[in-house]
Nanobody, 126 residues
Framework: QLQLVESGGGLVQPGGSLRLSCAAS????????IGWFRQAPGKEREGVSC????????NYADSVKGRFAISKDNYRNTVYLQMNILKPDDTGVYYC???????????????????WGQGTQVTVSS
């Protein structure tokens, strides 16, 4: 069973940073691409970033390019999303999922495996 657990969210002021973690169990991350998604209040869920199974390909939504960085630690079986220069528009619940692959247009990511977890809440506010 593919299980991913998100953590690391919190309340942060605009311009601040957070690092989200996505811990995998029941499988090894080096075999799967992983995507981060977020859902803001009253909005549809959107793709934020992804990383290929090898870690050699990473892609980002235009809204986060240059501010967010995705990485994976195969030893810890964890994917990270480092979020810098956070803005109020980054507020939302963040989820990680196994995706079919890591496309350049992250809005087209497909996550047909498993189900959505609880996510981790990120709130950017002064």
């Amino acid at each position: 069973q593919l299980q991913l657990v998100e953590s690391g969210g919190g309340l942060v002021q605009p311009g601040g940073s957070l690092r989200l973690s996505c811990a995998a169990s029941g499988f090894t991350l080096d075999s799967y691409a992983i995507g981060w998604f977020r859902q803001a209040p009253g909005k549809e869920r959107e793709g934020v970033s992804c990383i290929s199974s090898s870690g050699g390909t990473t892609n980002y939504a235009d809204s986060v390019k240059g501010r967010f960085a995705i990485s994976k630690d195969n030893y810890r079986n964890t994917v990270y999303l480092q979020m810098n220069i956070l803005k109020p528009d980054d507020t939302g619940v963040y989820y990680c999922r196994v995706v079919t692959y890591c496309p350049y247009m992250v809005a087209t990511m497909e996550a047909p495996y498993g189900s959505w977890g609880q996510g981790t809440q990120v709130t950017v506010s002064s």
